[in-house]
Structure formats: C-alpha cells, structure tokens
C-alpha cells in the first residue's frame, strides 16, 4: 500500500506543477508575478495535505515581490489546481524560492577557479 501512495504523489506533483505555472501566467492578475520565472518542481507529501511548490525566479530584484505575490493568491491558485487537477482533496500550496540554478552557476565558476589554478600550476612546471 505504502508504494502505491507514493506512486500517487509521483504522478499528481507533475500535474499541479504544470497547472500551477499555467494559473500563475494565465490567470493571477498581480503586476508582481509579470516577469521570467518558472515552477521547477513540486514536492506533494503522503497524505496529498501540503504541496510545496519551487519557483525560480530569473531577475534577483523580482524574487520577494513575486513570493510574496504567489502567497497572497495561493488560494486562488489552490482553487484552480482543484477544479483542474479534480482531487477529492486539494493539497494546501507552499511556495518556496528555487536557488538551485543559482547554487550551480556558483559551484561551475568555483570548479573554472580550480581548473584555472591547475593549469597554471602545470604551465609554470614546463
């Protein structure tokens, strides 16, 4: 039973991913959510009560004014992804910031530092 519910949460996260970005450029009228983002990942727990959902967004100075929207119209959101989606229970959204692009482009320019260092170091033995 146990593998069947996680089953169930591996196939509606894609869903509410999916509706939850189509509601946020479609839908949500707040002047704040008009810029480049994009919803990266939905993690839906167990019990289908809490989705949290992943947003990334592109322009640093948009982040908070955006978060900050999506929270204001979660409900509506909420309601949308229910009517879509068609769960007997529609999981309460949380919606949280993505770094994860930003954590990459971090660690690739430590690993060029490094890999710079190497050469350098290597031409110097010639």
Sequence with gaps: MATQSFER????????QREVERI?????????????FSVTHVDVTRDLRYAKVYISVFEEEKRKPMMD????????IRHGVGQAVQLRYTPELL???DTSIE????????????MQGKD???AGDE
Excluded at 9 to 15: E, F, K, Y
Aim: net charge negative.
């Design 24 to 36: 946020i450029r479609e839908e949500v009228s707040d002047p704040r959510t008009d810029c480049m």
């Design 120 to 122: 350098s170091a290597n």
């Design 103 to 114: 954590y990459g482009v971090h660690i690739s320019s430590l690993i060029n530092q490094v």
């Design 95 to 97: 919606f949280e910031l």
């Design 9 to 16: 949460t591996d196939r509606i996260a894609p869903l509410i």
């Design 69 to 76: 929207a999506l929270k204001k119209a979660a409900g509506f």
